[in-house]
């Protein structure tokens, strides 16, 4: 189970509503999947949100199983909660008439964490990174801007689904690293090229931290997606540690991948929506413009 903060507390325990128009699904359209967050139980499959005007997240179907409906204590409603865990959503309602199948969950957005489905171009050939290095937005920042490279989604490997949260990797005590997942066409860009640039872009000679950022979170890492991975990763290494770049020898785990977890919505693109933000100003706008110093032909015109 997720930690939850003071409100979401309020409102998925304690049975409470967060203001209409204010919370951050009210008018989100991507593709995804909607989940409790609290236990991370999936509810709601994009295609099935619709924008009723209501001021909340409405949905006009659920994940089979996937919530239950009990009478409210209003006597007049009809509450939902997650079949899981049995934390508030919100509540349904029939007979309105807004969509085909005549039904709107009224859910609230703070029950929810969405993971978002990457889409890959059809007839295109794509392989995966996952990679660690230090703080995710940095990573974000860089590898977007690769030719090649079709998305970057910040998120956590490493550990467990249940701990894959913001406050709890940050404890240091999850088992996860701070990653990002590449989804990159290996006709354009390989992986090994992807390496140079991850090796270049952060300190892979530091255990456990970049810079001010200290934990094994932050560890230098490369989750393998298969052999030809393992072995380019680990000779990468070889070269780099026998053209003693640096002065200590690098540190950069290779393992296996077992899994990836988005991280919360407000992380994406986090560079670029805020780039003014002491902590981008001052430790991932030199990586940036270092990245784009050294790699000025790789990256997207």
């Known amino acids: 189970m997720r930690q939850l903060n003071e409100f979401e507390r309020f409102v998925i325990e304690q049975k409470g509503t967060e203001r209409p128009f204010s919370g951050e699904y009210y008018q989100h359209s991507a593709k995804g999947v909607y989940c409790c967050r609290k236990c991370d139980a999936p509810l709601y499959l994009s295609e099935h949100k619709f924008n009723a005007h209501c001021g909340w997240p409405a949905f006009d179907d659920e994940i089979p199983g996937a919530v239950n409906r009990h009478p409210d204590a209003d006597g007049r409603r009809v509450e939902i909660v997650c079949s899981h865990c049995g934390g508030h959503l919100g509540h349904v309602f029939e007979g309105e008439l807004l969509t085909p199948k005549n039904v709107r969950h009224c859910v609230n957005s703070v029950s929810l964490h969405f993971k978002p489905l990457e889409e890959e171009p059809a007839g295109e050939p794509m392989a995966k990174a996952t990679l660690g290095g230090g703080c995710f937005w940095c990573l974000e920042a860089v590898f977007k801007e690769l030719k090649g490279v079709h998305s970057v989604v910040s998120g956590y490997a490493g550990g467990t689904e249940a701990d894959a949260e913001y406050k709890r990797v940050c404890s240091g005590h999850t088992g996860h690293a701070e990653v990002v997942q590449l989804s990159f066409n290996p006709d354009e860009i390989s992986f090994e ?109």
């Not at 929506?273 to 430790?283: L, S, T």
């Open 193 to 301: 090229t992807l390496l140079e640039v991850f090796f270049q872009i952060h300190d892979p000679t530091s255990l456990n931290r970049q810079g001010n950022d200290v934990g094994p979170q932050y560890r230098s890492v490369i989750f393998i997606h298969d052999e030809q991975q393992a072995q380019s990763a680990n000779a990468m290494i070889t070269r780099l540690n026998e053209a003693k770049l640096w002065d200590r020898p690098i540190v950069t785990q290779v393992s296996a991948f077992d899994g990836f977890y988005p991280a919360e919505d407000y992380h994406r693109d986090y560079f670029a929506h805020h780039g003014e933000q002491p902590y981008c100003a001052i430790v991932v706008r030199p990586k940036v413009d270092k990245f784009r110093a050294q790699f000025a032909a790789l990256r997207r015109r």
